[in-house]
């Protein structure tokens, strides 16, 4: 599929903000927080489906939500978010 030449979407370069700066925010305060990594990796590969993505809840709800809005915004327009959002931030026309 080709995108027509003016394909840059605020939309998707805003939500690819949001996944980025989300992504930022929520490593750091993971860091931040005093919890052993390896350890919190290992509960992550021990569990089970659902308890990956409680986990993943709990400590990235920002990217959680940056996430959805992504698939939401990809299902209602056609964009992918992460081509539409590159090219308008380097303001391509
Ligand atoms: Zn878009």
Redesign the pocket.
Known sequence: MKFPINSG?K??TAILRELREAAEVEGKALRSSGRDLAELRQEWIKTDEEGARALFALHYPRSLSARRRKTE?EVL?G?N?LT??IRAAFGRR
């Open positions: 979407c939309e998707c915004h327009t964009h978010v539409h959002g």
